[in-house]
């Protein structure tokens, strides 16, 4: 069985929006995906049920052998632990330095603090922070906040790192930092890394796997794929 797969996929919010529909997937250990379409096309709806932020209405979703839409809510930490997420937003706690922003996941599962000064030594030096790790958020640029969002998802060592329009509020150069950070991390670490994203730039440079969402339906999924324009658009 590949790492992700979803069969039969629905999700229906209680407005009644069908955000996926019908959505039939697989993603091997270590590949790098794009998730592409215009807005409000289903990109951050199908990431969101990967890690269990929303609940599927319909279909199976398996990441890493577990059944994440049969999991208990008692039991979706296990699977947040597996996973790391990175926001447009950053979502970094603004009175936390770059150090306990990045060490509070680890804090909150009890770890030893020798343990996480260790982890967070080592994903600061992944995303080339290591002289920023007293700063507050407000003192570094939206590139370094989000390098420490990219920090903070992959100091547990998930598996799986999903992104959310990562470079979404980045200038262009900012955004291939950004970008040559989650590379190097897919490559060297080895992690599976699922990105939505608007960034055409960034599609047609890298030159991955490229799945194409529109109204809820995936309709298209290439490898090494480039950036699919919107009609209506
Ligand atoms: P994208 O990430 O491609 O912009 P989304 O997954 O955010 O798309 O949204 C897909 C559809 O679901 C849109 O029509 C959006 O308005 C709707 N939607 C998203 N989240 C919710 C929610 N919490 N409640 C109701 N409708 C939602």
């Known amino acids: 069985?590949?790492?992700?797969?979803?069969?039969?996929?629905?999700?229906?919010?209680?407005?009644?929006?069908?955000?996926?529909?019908?959505?039939?997937?697989?993603?091997?250990?270590?590949?790098?995906?794009?998730?592409?379409?215009?807005?409000?096309?289903?990109?951050?709806?199908?990431t969101k049920v990967l890690y269990r932020e929303e609940k599927v209405?319909?279909?199976?979703?398996?990441?890493?052998?577990v059944n994440v839409s049969k999991l208990r809510n008692g039991n979706v930490y296990k699977l947040r632990?597996?996973?790391?997420?990175?926001?447009?937003?950053?979502?970094?706690?603004?009175?936390?330095t770059v150090y306990e922003n990045i060490a509070y996941p680890l804090e909150s599962y009890g770890m030893e603090?020798?343990?996480?000064?260790?982890?967070?030594l080592a994903a600061v030096e992944w995303v080339g922070l290591k002289d920023k790790l007293r700063s507050y958020p407000d003192e570094l640029s939206g590139g370094q906040q989000q390098r420490v969002c990219i920090a903070r998802a992959i100091v547990n060592k998930p598996k799986l790192i999903?992104?959310?329009?990562?470079?979404?509020?980045?200038?262009?150069?900012?955004?291939?930092?950004?970008?040559?950070?989650?590379?190097?991390?897919?490559?060297?670490?080895?992690s599976t890394i699922i990105m939505a994203t608007h960034d055409k730039e960034i599609v047609n440079r890298m030159k991955r796997r490229v799945i194409y969402m529109r109204d809820g339906v995936l309709v298209s999924d290439k490898e090494k794929g480039e950036y699919i324009e919107d009609e209506d658009n």
């Open 57 to 65: 209405t319909k279909g199976t979703v398996m990441v890493g052998g």
């Open 113 to 120: 603090a020798k343990e996480i000064r260790k982890r967070v």
């Open 81 to 96: 632990r597996k996973v790391g997420v990175v926001f447009q937003d950053f979502r970094l706690l603004p009175k936390l």
């Open 162 to 190: 999903i992104c959310d329009e990562p470079t979404g509020d980045l200038d262009p150069k900012m955004s291939r930092e950004i970008m040559d950070v989650l590379e190097n991390i897919n490559k060297e670490l080895g």
């Open 1 to 46: 069985m590949a790492f992700i797969e979803l069969k039969h996929v629905y999700k229906v919010y209680k407005n009644g929006v069908t955000a996926l529909a019908d959505v039939n997937l697989s993603i091997n250990r270590g590949e790098f995906v794009f998730i592409i379409g215009s807005s409000g096309s289903g990109k951050s709806t199908l």
